[in-house]
């Protein structure tokens, strides 16, 4: 079985997510006492967020590269990047290291074609939604259409997933906006809508629509397992 490398903490929440997901995928797949060998470098988020919003992402990178870095010496056979939005610097912390990044679009971008379909909207933060380093790789890298919601919409699952999803704060009133914003974009065509901030599964999940969910968590976690027992 190979190392997995988890890039984690942003925020500590969905990677607790991620943990968990990995280990139950590997014990579903060996069976018995089976677990995941997992090497973890944890950030402060905090740190992280600041320069998000300050938009100094070449800082971000250099913390992030730093720490694939050591995950890499401490015996990783691959990494994760365990958020959406960090994959913005994914080209950067890839140039810092000899071992493969699974990237997330990629792993969503193959159970969404596995579906047959074309077209899906997408939630994530601010910088996901508007920005090319996502939904630009699902476009044309993968041939896959994305919908994005309104700005005013935009500022709302923005700011749900940094003051309160980030927190640990689950609020019913932001799962029935998060609910209406996937109807919405189902009505403008969107077939599916990809959960693409790690933290928006911990507030809607499949029960909440009938519109198909992607969760990108579950998503990437599957792919780790995949990629740790691929012999």
Same mark, same amino acid.
């Given at each position: 079985?190979?190392?997995?490398?988890?890039?984690?903490?942003?925020?500590?929440?969905s990677?607790?997510?991620y943990?968990?997901?990995?280990?139950?995928?590997?014990?579903k797949?060996?069976?018995?006492?089976?677990?995941a060998? =997992?090497?973890?470098?944890? +950030?402060?988020?905090?740190?992280?967020?600041?320069?998000?919003?300050?938009d #100094?992402? +070449?800082?971000?990178?250099? /913390?992030?590269?730093?720490?694939a870095q050591?995950?890499e010496?401490g015996?990783a056979?691959? /990494?994760?990047i365990?958020?959406?939005?960090?994959?913005?610097v &994914? !080209?950067e912390?890839?140039?810092?290291?000899e /071992?493969?990044?699974?990237?997330?679009?990629? &792993?969503?971008a193959?159970?969404?074609?596995?579906?047959?379909?074309?077209?899906?909207?997408?939630?994530?933060?601010?910088f996901?939604m508007?920005?090319?380093?996502?939904?630009?790789?699902?476009?044309?890298?993968?041939?896959?259409?994305?919908? +994005? !919601?309104?700005?005013e919409?935009? %500022? /709302?699952?923005?700011?749900?997933?940094?003051?309160?999803l980030?927190?640990?704060i689950?609020?019913?009133?932001? #799962?029935? %906006?998060? +609910?209406? =914003? =996937?109807?919405?974009?189902?009505?403008?065509?969107a077939?599916?809508?990809?959960l693409?901030?790690? %933290?928006i &599964?911990?507030?809607?999940?499949?029960?909440?629509?009938?519109v !198909?969910?992607f969760?990108t968590?579950?998503?990437?976690?599957?792919?780790?397992?995949?990629?740790?027992?691929?012999?």
């Open positions: 079985m190979k190392t997995i490398g988890l890039l984690g903490g942003m925020s500590w929440e990677t607790a997510t943990y968990r997901a990995i280990n139950e995928g590997i014990k797949n060996l069976g018995g006492l089976h677990s060998k =997992i090497l973890l470098y944890s +950030v402060d988020f905090a740190e992280i967020e600041e320069l998000q919003h300050l #100094r992402w +070449v800082e971000t990178a250099e /913390i992030l590269g730093s720490a050591r995950l010496t015996g056979d691959f /990494i994760l365990c958020t959406n939005t960090m994959h913005k &994914a !080209p912390i890839e140039a810092t290291i /071992i493969p990044l699974l990237h997330i679009a990629d &792993a969503t193959e159970e969404i074609k596995e579906k047959d379909l074309s077209t899906v909207g997408l939630l994530g933060t601010r996901t508007e920005q090319d380093f996502y939904k630009g790789r699902l476009e044309k890298v993968h041939g896959i259409k994305v919908l +994005v !919601p309104g700005s919409d935009r %500022e /709302i699952v923005h700011q749900v997933i940094y003051d309160e980030c927190q640990g689950i609020s019913t009133d932001s #799962r029935n %906006e998060f +609910v209406r =914003i =996937i109807k919405m974009l189902y009505k403008q065509g077939e599916a809508v990809i693409g901030c790690t %933290e &599964a911990l507030l809607v999940q499949q029960e909440h629509t009938n !198909p969910l969760d968590t579950r998503i990437h976690a599957k792919k780790a397992v995949e990629a740790a027992i691929l012999c």
